[in-house]
């Protein structure tokens, strides 16, 4: 049986090896320290709570220790944790806290203003403050979890590996949230495989500088480095001058970054002088990266890899040795040990090597599906256990992938998947807009950024302003369209599906995102 607790089995190995560096505070964590704070919380949970296997509790908090104790509690507890974007409006929180049922809402001091907004969208159960000033009639964090005993004795609840450890609410195609249902036994396989096929050690030390709330800081690498007890280095957020810092300080060897990030740094004046000997490699997600990127960083002396994953599938899926990252630059590698990976084409008939097609993915790593959603559910794990990704890509005749593009509309801005379906609902939402549609182009900082094309209705009058304006306060920034493009009319197909290719192809002409 494959259990989530990989905190715990690890104290129990190496109690006194260093787990975590919180960089806001400079407190050090042991893995018997660490796996204490988290068996607390969960004994909270249960007994404090009232909280029972199944029952779902969100989280709206920016990186910090009492995150983690949290998330680590959920596999102790068998409670499942809802981490929710510390970017999103109240309007956005309001979908999933109804369709997760939430029975407790824990949120730090930043998002007490969220938190009061949201208030009056959808009704909370119960709210617990991580820092004072709670809002009025909200109970603390701390004062809370001061009544629960601090004993040994304590027994964690024995969940089966199909017993849902966190839902991870990742935005569809409708332009809905949708919980991925993430199960104990993908959550102990991530942490298992990765290392062992990522080949990390004991003596890694990997920095936390992207959130938590998003998979690839959970799956890549918290949970892998705590498998193979590694200590993570962990940063509140992202800010350029600090990660230099840490990254040398703490001699970081196996960092995680989206292309944005690895461009900021590349910019950064420390690129050129910074000690970056004690570093086995760096590797990339979340977007395709470009290759001057890691040539860059391979000048300097550093191995540089690109990952692939999902959040459905696990963050890590492909792997290479450091010799082949330079061999093969631009692949993402071979599937990981005990993955299974295919090319189809509409048809689903697995294509030549060499041909592009739909990659889809079945092993340990796969998730359940999404919650309360059995059609996409069943839209993409079919019923011999592939799930289907959406994203093209070729296999070269010696094993390894290449991501040749997304068959989805999504784009990636930053590293943060944007869905164009989410802004045109909203889009639609204002009186003089006619007809909507949202392209993802390329960018020099952001790698993508949203287009929206605009029709206005006869008799209106309206410009970007007036756009960007009625989105604000719907949407995240990130997702915000960066150029609003006026026309008469959207093409479509004669099936009335708007092509979306010759809006691209337009703007490359026309406009500039740069």
Same mark, same amino acid.
């Given at each position: 049986?494959?259990?989530?607790?990989?905190?715990?089995?690890?104290?129990?190995?190496?109690?006194?090896?260093?787990?975590?560096?919180?960089?806001?505070?400079?407190?050090?964590?042991?893995?018997?320290?660490?796996?204490?704070?988290?068996?607390?919380?969960?004994?909270?949970?249960?007994?404090?709570?009232?909280?029972?296997?199944?029952?779902?509790?969100?989280?709206?908090?920016?990186?910090?220790?009492?995150?983690?104790?949290?998330?680590?509690?959920?596999?102790?507890?068998?409670?499942?944790?809802?981490?929710?974007?510390?970017?999103?409006?109240?309007?956005?929180?309001?979908?999933?806290?109804?369709?997760?049922?939430?029975?407790?809402?824990?949120?730090?001091?930043?998002?007490?203003?969220?938190?009061?907004?949201?208030?009056?969208?959808?009704?909370?159960?119960?709210?617990?403050?991580?820092?004072?000033?709670?809002?009025?009639?909200?109970?603390?964090?701390?004062?809370?979890?001061?009544?629960?005993?601090?004993?040994?004795?304590?027994?964690?609840?024995?969940?089966?590996?199909?017993?849902?450890?966190?839902?991870?609410?990742?935005?569809?195609?409708?332009?809905?949230?949708?919980? *991925?249902? %993430?199960?104990? +036994?993908?959550?102990?396989?991530? #942490?298992?495989? /990765?290392?062992?096929?990522?080949? $990390? &050690? @004991?003596?890694?030390?990997?920095?936390?500088?992207?959130?938590?709330?998003?998979?690839?800081?959970?799956?890549?690498?918290?949970?892998?480095?705590?498998?193979?007890?590694?200590?993570?280095?962990?940063?509140?957020?992202?800010?350029?001058?600090?990660?230099?810092? *840490?990254? %040398?300080?703490? +001699?970081?060897?196996?960092?995680? #970054?989206?292309? /944005?990030?690895?461009?900021?740094? $590349? &910019? @950064?004046?420390?690129?050129?002088?910074?000690?970056?000997?004690?570093?086995?490699?760096?590797?990339?997600?979340?977007?395709?990266?470009?290759?001057?990127?890691?040539?860059?960083?391979?000048?300097?002396?550093?191995?540089?890899?690109?990952?692939?994953?999902?959040?459905?599938?696990?963050?890590?899926?492909?792997?290479?040795?450091?010799?082949?990252?330079?061999?093969?630059?631009?692949?993402?590698?071979?599937?990981?040990?005990?993955?299974?990976?295919?090319?189809?084409?509409?048809?689903?008939?697995?294509?030549?090597?060499?041909?592009?097609?739909?990659?889809?993915?079945?092993?340990?790593?796969?998730?359940?599906?999404?919650?309360?959603?059995?059609?996409?559910?069943?839209?993409?794990?079919?019923?011999?256990?592939?799930?289907?990704?959406?994203?093209?890509?070729?296999?070269?005749?010696?094993?390894?992938?290449?991501?040749?593009?997304?068959?989805?509309?999504?784009?990636?801005?930053?590293?943060?998947?944007?869905?164009?379906?989410?802004?045109?609902?909203?889009?639609?939402?204002?009186?003089?807009?006619?007809?909507?549609?949202?392209?993802?182009?390329?960018?020099?900082?952001?790698?993508?950024?949203?287009?929206?094309?605009?029709?206005?209705?006869?008799?209106?009058?309206?410009?970007?302003?007036?756009?960007?304006?009625?989105?604000?306060?719907?949407?995240?920034?990130?997702?915000?369209?960066?150029?609003?493009?006026?026309?008469?009319?959207?093409?479509?197909?004669?099936?009335?599906?708007?092509?979306?290719?010759?809006?691209?192809?337009?703007?490359?002409?026309?406009?500039?995102?740069?």
């Amino acid at each position: 049986m494959l259990h989530g607790d990989v905190l715990g089995e690890r104290a129990r190995l190496t109690p006194g090896k260093v787990a975590l560096v919180e960089v806001a505070t400079g407190a050090r964590y042991t893995y018997a320290q660490l796996d204490r704070r988290a068996t607390r919380v969960a004994r909270w949970l249960r007994d404090g709570l009232g909280l029972q296997r199944g029952d779902r509790f969100g989280l709206l908090a920016h990186n910090r220790v009492e995150f983690l104790d949290l998330y680590f509690a959920a596999a102790k507890s068998g409670c499942v944790i809802v981490p929710l974007g510390t970017r999103l409006t109240p309007r956005e929180l309001e979908h999933i806290v109804r369709d997760s049922g939430l029975r407790v809402l824990i949120y730090a001091d930043a998002f007490t203003d969220t938190v009061t907004a949201l208030r009056d969208l959808v009704t909370i159960e119960r709210a617990v403050a991580l820092d004072a000033p709670a809002a009025p009639g909200d109970a603390s964090y701390a004062a809370l979890l001061s009544a629960v005993a601090d004993t040994p004795g304590w027994t964690r609840e024995r969940c089966s590996g199909e017993d849902i450890y966190a839902l991870l609410y990742t935005s569809g195609t409708t332009g809905r949230p949708k919980g *991925v249902m %993430v199960p104990h +036994r993908m959550v102990a396989w991530n #942490g298992y495989n /990765t290392a062992a096929s990522w080949q $990390l &050690e @004991a003596s890694d030390v990997s920095p936390i500088f992207t959130p938590l709330y998003h998979a690839g800081a959970l799956g890549a690498f918290l949970l892998p480095i705590i498998t193979i007890g590694g200590t993570i280095v962990l940063h509140a957020g992202f800010a350029l001058d600090e990660v230099w810092r *840490v990254l %040398v300080e703490e +001699r970081c060897t196996v960092v995680l #970054g989206v292309p /944005t990030i690895w461009k900021l740094l $590349l &910019e @950064a004046p420390q690129f050129a002088t910074a000690d970056l000997s004690h570093v086995r490699w760096f590797i990339s997600g979340g977007a395709p990266l470009p290759e001057y990127i890691a040539e860059a960083f391979q000048r300097r002396g550093v191995t540089f890899k690109q990952g692939y994953g999902l959040t459905e599938v696990g963050v890590n899926c492909f792997s290479m040795t450091v010799e082949e990252s330079i061999r093969k630059r631009g692949s993402i590698g071979k599937p990981l040990m005990q993955t299974e990976a295919k090319l189809i084409d509409e048809a689903g008939t697995t294509v030549p090597c060499g041909d592009i097609g739909e990659l889809c993915m079945r092993g340990p790593h796969v998730s359940l599906g999404y919650w309360n959603n059995p059609e996409a559910t069943a839209a993409a794990l079919d019923a011999d256990g592939w799930f289907h990704t959406g994203d093209l890509a070729r296999q070269d005749d010696e094993g390894f992938f290449y991501i040749a593009g997304r068959r989805k509309d999504m784009f990636i801005s930053g590293g943060v998947n944007v869905y164009p379906a989410e802004i045109e609902g909203e889009l639609l939402l204002h009186a003089a807009i006619a007809d909507a549609a949202v392209v993802g182009v390329p960018h020099a900082t952001w790698g993508e950024v949203g287009v929206a094309f605009v029709v206005v209705r006869p008799g209106h009058a309206l410009d970007a302003a007036g756009v960007t304006s009625h989105l604000e306060p719907r949407l995240a920034r990130y997702k915000l369209p960066k150029d609003v493009v006026f026309v008469d009319a959207l093409p479509r197909t004669a099936y009335g599906k708007v092509q979306k290719h010759v809006l691209t192809a337009q703007y490359g002409k026309d406009g500039s995102a740069s």
